[in-house]
């Protein structure tokens, strides 16, 4: 296939590219990516040169460049978003533009170019906090924050488009994900990397939120499937059907990196915090999918991975990063 993918610099989008070109080797993949303080082209380093893989820099809000790079391509795939809860509750405007009016701007070039595929990559954040049982692809979205409210719009666009245009959309609303590049700002990579320094790990509230963990490439294995055997207009929840509180959490990355729990720090709660995120995933395993990672030894190869890749992450954390977190923590 060739795929134009977007966001492809970020975190799970990387993952995805190295994971599409490792297991079909006759694919190629265009990266359009605005890099924006998430983006990161190290994230790819090892496909730079490789002549299936191609960077464009720029917006999927710009209409003209989306239907330059996506001319000829069978499907794309729409990771490009502005990711950040936190970041969204103060500057929202990037995440309205990105996250629901840059997926208009995909679901018409592939209308207009007639490209056979778009995957929508959603998010269990649209479908807001659940105090028991599981969202199904049936529940109703009731986002709570600017971030999810975006996503939402995103989300509900692209299957407007296939109900009246017949826009081949599909759409995936997966869990949260944990692994190798993921921006340090969110809350794995951020507690790893602080506790690595002995600094402190600022948990929100009473730490007894709730989300579902999924390895980035069990999420990379389903998001290739979806895009290949997907049912045209059809959602699909991709979660790891693993619950942790975010306090049991911390303890588990502080006993991994033999750092004390005198480390964990209460901060205020984040404004209209989500208490819990939890998904029901039967139908994308009726597809024949399975998450093939089990938590606690993704984890710990996360943790690894943070702890052998300081010059990956430290660059980031003395850079845009160290401004944003003085703000955002000096607020708690
Ligand atoms: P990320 O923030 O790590 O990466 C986002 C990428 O999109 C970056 O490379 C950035 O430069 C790029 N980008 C942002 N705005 C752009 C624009 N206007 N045009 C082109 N590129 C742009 O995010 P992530 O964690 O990799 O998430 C990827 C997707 O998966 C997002 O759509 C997110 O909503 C969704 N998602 C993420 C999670 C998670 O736990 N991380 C869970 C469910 C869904
Ligand atoms: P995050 O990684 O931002 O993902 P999301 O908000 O999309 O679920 O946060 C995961 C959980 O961790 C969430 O309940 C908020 C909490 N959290 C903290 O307690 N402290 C932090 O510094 C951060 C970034 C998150």
Same mark, same amino acid.
């Given at each position: 296939?060739?795929?134009?993918?977007?966001?492809?610099?970020?975190? #799970?989008?990387?993952?995805? #590219?190295?994971?599409?070109?490792?297991?079909?080797?006759?694919?190629?993949?265009?990266? $359009?990516?605005?890099?924006?303080?998430?983006?990161?082209?190290?994230?790819?380093?090892?496909? /730079?040169? %490789? !002549?299936?893989?191609?960077? *464009?820099? @720029?917006?999927?809000?710009?209409?003209?460049?989306?239907? +330059?790079?996506?001319?000829?391509?069978?499907? *794309?795939?729409?990771?490009?978003?502005?990711?950040?809860?936190?970041?969204?509750?103060?500057?929202?405007?990037?995440?309205?533009?990105?996250?629901?009016?840059?997926?208009?701007? $995909?679901?018409?070039?592939?209308?207009?170019?007639?490209?056979?595929?778009?995957?929508?990559?959603?998010? %269990? /954040?649209?479908?807001?906090?659940?105090?028991?049982?599981?969202?199904? +692809?049936?529940?109703?979205?009731?986002? =709570?924050?600017?971030?999810?409210?975006?996503?939402?719009?995103?989300?509900?666009?692209?299957?407007?488009?296939?109900?009246?245009?017949?826009?081949?959309?599909?759409?995936?609303?997966?869990?949260?994900?944990?692994?190798?590049?993921?921006?340090?700002?969110?809350? &794995?990579?951020?507690?790893? =990397?602080?506790? $690595?320094?002995?600094?402190?790990?600022?948990?929100?509230?009473?730490?007894?939120?709730?989300?579902?963990? &999924?390895?980035?490439?069990?999420?990379?294995?389903?998001? %290739?499937?979806?895009?290949?055997?997907?049912?045209?207009?059809?959602?699909?929840?991709?979660?790891?059907?693993? /619950?942790?509180?975010?306090?049991?959490?911390?303890?588990?990355? $502080?006993?991994?990196?033999?750092? !004390?729990?005198?480390?964990?720090?209460?901060? =205020?709660?984040?404004?209209?915090?989500?208490?819990?995120?939890?998904?029901?995933?039967?139908?994308?395993?009726?597809?024949?999918?399975?998450?093939?990672?089990?938590?606690?030894?993704?984890? /710990?190869?996360?943790?690894?991975?943070?702890?052998?890749?300081?010059?990956?992450?430290?660059?980031?954390?003395? @850079? +845009?990063?160290?401004?944003?977190? +003085?703000?955002?923590?000096?607020?708690?």
């Amino acid at each position: 296939m060739r795929l134009l993918v977007t966001g492809g610099a970020g975190f #799970i989008g990387s993952n995805f #590219i190295r994971h599409v070109l490792a297991e079909h080797p006759d694919d190629t993949v265009v990266n $359009l990516d605005k890099l924006t303080y998430a983006g990161n082209r190290a994230n790819l380093a090892d496909l /730079e040169g %490789d !002549p299936r893989y191609t960077f *464009v820099r @720029g917006d999927i809000c710009d209409g003209g460049l989306v239907r +330059e790079v996506a001319r000829g391509v069978d499907a *794309v795939v729409s990771f490009a978003a502005e990711s950040h809860v936190d970041r969204s509750l103060l500057e929202p405007d990037a995440f309205l533009k990105t996250n629901t009016y840059g997926v208009y701007v $995909l679901a018409e070039a592939v209308r207009e170019l007639r490209i056979p595929r778009l995957v929508q990559v959603s998010t %269990d /954040e649209v479908y807001g906090p659940i105090a028991d049982g599981a969202a199904t +692809e049936e529940s109703p979205l009731r986002p =709570t924050n600017p971030y999810s409210a975006a996503k939402a719009g995103g989300d509900l666009l692209a299957l407007a488009y296939w109900r009246t245009h017949r826009v081949p959309v599909v759409v995936t609303r997966s869990s949260n994900n944990f692994g190798p590049y993921q921006y340090p700002e969110k809350v &794995i990579p951020l507690f790893v =990397t602080n506790a $690595l320094d002995d600094r402190p790990l600022p948990l929100y509230g009473d730490g007894r939120q709730v989300r579902d963990w &999924i390895y980035v490439l069990d999420n990379c294995t389903a998001l %290739d499937l979806v895009l290949r055997k997907g049912e045209t207009g059809e959602v699909y929840n991709v979660g790891g059907s693993h /619950e942790v509180e975010n306090l049991a959490l911390t303890r588990e990355i $502080l006993r991994l990196l033999g750092k !004390p729990e005198t480390l964990i720090q209460p901060v =205020t709660d984040r404004p209209g915090h989500d208490r819990r995120y939890a998904l029901d995933s039967s139908k994308v395993a009726r597809l024949g999918w399975a998450p093939r990672h089990p938590f606690a030894a993704a984890l /710990e190869a996360t943790v690894r991975w943070y702890r052998e890749h300081e010059a990956w992450w430290r660059p980031i954390k003395s @850079g +845009e990063f160290r401004a944003y977190y +003085e703000q955002q923590y000096a607020r708690r």
